[in-house]
């Protein structure tokens, strides 16, 4: 499975993007990480296949929605209000089977998007 995100850009402080990621195949357990300048690569938001359980960091709750649409092979995140401290690569990953639960580790995933740059100036 191949993944493609997209929607990345730069914004002001308080706006809003929303990032995709465009699965080539069947998806499992999905999530977006971003990882900053310097600093190691972090979870920001886990969704189940279904969409009925999710996962968010403290860092972006209230302020960033993550949803999926497996009709399409496509995985949302939704960011609003953003901050300088969400300047970051965006990458969405995906499971290649089914889990129990959802995680935020990293090493649950197996598929990897290119990454997509976000840049929230102040």
């Known amino acids: 499975v191949q993944l493609q995100a997209s929607g990345g850009g730069f914004v002001q402080a308080g706006g809003s993007l929303r990032l995709s990621c465009a699965a080539s195949?069947?998806?499992?357990?999905m999530g977006w990480f971003r990882q900053a300048p310097g600093k190691e690569r972090e979870s920001v938001a886990v969704?189940?296949?279904?969409?009925?359980?999710?996962y968010y960091a403290d860092s972006v709750k209230g302020r960033f929605t993550i949803s999926r649409d497996n009709g399409e092979n496509t995985m949302y995140l939704q960011m609003n209000s953003l901050k300088p401290e969400d300047t970051a690569v965006y990458y969405c990953?995906?499971?290649?089977?089914?889990?129990?639960?959802?995680?935020?580790?990293?090493?649950?995933?197996?598929?990897w998007g290119q990454g997509t740059l976000v840049t929230v100036s102040s």
């Open positions: 969704i189940s296949r279904s969409g009925g359980s999710t």
């Open positions: 195949g069947r998806t499992f357990m």
């Open positions: 990953a995906s499971s290649k089977k089914v889990v129990a639960g959802i995680s935020p580790d990293e090493y649950a995933y197996d598929y």
